[in-house]
């Protein structure tokens, strides 16, 4: 069990998952939209099985996939963070950030602040030397993500996890590594406090 790291962007918290959070995160799941580029919408199951996984990553790591709060509101607006993908990609082994958010809060820059705060613990709070990232070629969404964080695109690959042959397969990889993010003035920026552990 380590120590939980949990921590504020000028508009968000990133935290562990809580039971309320839940039902949100299953409604976004079920979104086709939400759900484009990836094999299928998940059920209210699988939905919950996700929940119970990253929890315990988080629990057991410290860090991990966080739930994200809006803190004007207190919504639980989706998840962004960390997280080891599976061994046999052709970054492995590798860290990659990530993101999935609710559609009532795209187009505000949310993933964006996250994800600089979740790069700003990866670097300078685990001390990770590169982060990842990576999605289907088709999500030109995400891919801008990507892009605004500075990463840098590092070709294509066949992600094994999903048919041969199948539309969503093809994947973007981009890379960043800790030099290159903290010669840039993006680095750490507005992420309060950060690190206060719980
Ligand atoms: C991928 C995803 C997280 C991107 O969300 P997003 O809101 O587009 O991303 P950002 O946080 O970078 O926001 C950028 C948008 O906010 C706008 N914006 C508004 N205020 C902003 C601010 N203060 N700062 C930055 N951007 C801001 C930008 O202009 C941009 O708008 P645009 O989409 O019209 O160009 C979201 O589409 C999603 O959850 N998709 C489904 C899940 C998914 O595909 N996950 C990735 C799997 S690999």
Known sequence: MAQCIEFDTERLRLRQWRESDRAPFAALNADVGVMEFFLSPLSRAESDAMVDRVTAVIDERGWGLWAVEERASGNFIGFVGLSIPRPDLPCSPCVEVGWRLAPAFWGKGYALEAARAALCVGFER?????????????????????????????????????????????????????????????SCGNTFDTFASR
């Open 126 to 186: 685990i001390g990770l030397q590169e982060i990842v990232s990576f999605t289907a070629a088709l999500n030109l969404r995400s891919e801008a993500v990507m892009q605004r964080l500075g990463m840098r695109a590092d070709g294509v690959f066949e992600n094994p996890a999903l048919p041969e042959g199948h539309p969503l397969r093809p994947h973007k990889l981009y890379r960043l590594d800790r030099t290159s993010w903290s010669t840039s003035s993006r």
